[in-house]
């Protein structure tokens, strides 16, 4: 078993929002650097001849001119928050109850968010409208766990079979928390959360076991749920949001081989 402890400062820099408009109606395009102080505590440890595997790990990072970056629906922006956290678990496990078998899981918490004062002394109202709310596409609770079962077939084919789920809460799936027109009532903008999804993953292989040649038959996101991942107001109409939606079911095959 292996306890240990870390803090790490990282730096993000600046530069210049490159996107056409970016400077128009005299908008400066420039953002400045960003930084992290990040402390990490946690534990690595194997037990039953290594059949367990469990990793803990408690975060806590801070940032100092968090860089967003935002589509408004008509141009790319970039700006700085003075002040985000993030502060969480993660749990992850690898079981091998046969040579056959593997399984994995993860659980992790974090609350990634604006601060109250995240502001700072800024009185811009993208950043204003910021504060007390969650990181966007930052769900509070992610989960994962899979399996894969291989074994050998005769004296030259190996056959693999893996299944993998993820489990995710809500998330924010907006730049803005809020219009940053109405910061009194600060109304949610509409559509903004995604509603929490479980999506799973499969595949399936035979080749040689020297790898000489393999093909596998793999299917992601099996139950075709239809989720956002940015959503942004929709240009030239009033009210109304739009939104990119992430990948949707696949399937396929895949060959494989080595001359």
């Known amino acids: 078993m292996t306890v240990y402890a870390s803090f790490t400062h990282g730096y993000k820099s600046g530069g210049f929002n490159l996107d056409s ?19 990490e505590v946690g534990l690595k440890a194997k037990f039953l001849d290594n059949a367990v595997t469990l990793n803990v790990a408690g975060f806590h990072e801070e940032f100092t001119n968090f860089q967003v970056l935002e589509f408004t629906g008509a141009q790319f922006t970039t700006f700085n928050v003075p002040l985000a956290k993030s502060t969480g678990v993660e749990i992850e496990t690898v079981l091998r109850p ?7 899981g993860g659980l992790t918490y974090t609350n990634a968010r604006y601060p109250d004062n995240c502001a700072g002394t800024q009185t811009s109202d993208n950043v204003l409208s910021l504060c007390g709310n969650s ?20 004296n030259s084919l190996n056959f693999f079979i893996n299944g993998q789920i993820r489990m995710e809460s809500d998330r ?60 942004f107001n929709t240009v030239l109409r009033s009210g109304s949001r739009s939104a990119f939606i992430q990948e949707p079911r696949m399937y396929g095959l895949t060959l494989r081989g080595k001359f």
């Open 135 to 154: 990181l966007t596409n930052a769900p509070k609770w992610v989960g994962i766990m899979g399996a894969t079962y291989d074994r050998d077939i005769g």
């Open 21 to 39: 408009t970016a400077a128009s109606g005299g908008a400066d395009p420039r953002f400045a650097s960003e930084e992290v102080d990040a402390y």
């Open 98 to 104: 046969s040579d056959n078998l593997t399984i994995n």
């Open 172 to 231: 924010r799936t907006s730049t803005q928390a809020f219009d940053p027109a109405d910061l009194t009532t600060r109304t949610p903008v509409p559509f903004d959360v995604q509603d929490g999804t479980v999506k799973i993953n499969m595949r399936a292989g035979l080749g040689e076991i020297d790898g000489a040649w393999g093909i596998e038959a793999w299917v992601t996101n099996l139950t075709n749920e239809i989720t956002r991942g940015v959503t």
